[in-house]
Nanobody, 124 residues
């Protein structure tokens, strides 16, 4: 069964850091561009960052630039989150890009193989 598994979420204070991991199960992530999204109650799912399979030309949403860093290693994609803010509170999901090995932007319809998500809670 092909699926992604996220981990690394938790409850932290504003200004703290977390590192999320996304691992491929049943397939290898190495050939795919992978995106991170987040969703908080009452809001639509929004893209956070994406990394192509060649580990270049990453993209970030404006509100996390300079604070979040996406990277990848063998079969794993990481999201390092520093200087966390309460508005970063959400369930974070990873997914593979549906077509191609580059990052198409942050339309969720361009992604598939969504994981189950990991909760990140940032208190002030």
């Amino acid at each position: 069964q092909v699926q992604l598994v996220e981990s690394g979420g938790g409850s932290v204070q504003a200004g703290d850091s977390l590192r999320l991991s996304c691992i491929g199960s049943g397939f290898t992530l190495d050939y795919y561009a992978v995106g991170w999204f987040r969703q908080s109650p009452g809001k639509e799912r929004e893209g956070v960052s994406c990394i192509p399979n060649n580990d270049q030309n990453w993209i970030y949403r404006d509100s996390v630039k300079g604070r979040f860093t996406i990277s990848r290693a063998e079969n794993t994609v990481y999201l390092q989150m520093d200087s966390l803010k309460p508005e970063d509170t959400a369930v974070y999901y990873c997914a593979t890009v549906r077509r191609g090995s580059w990052c198409p932007g942050f339309n969720p319809d361009d992604y598939e193989n969504w994981g189950q998500g990991t909760q990140v809670t940032v208190s002030s």
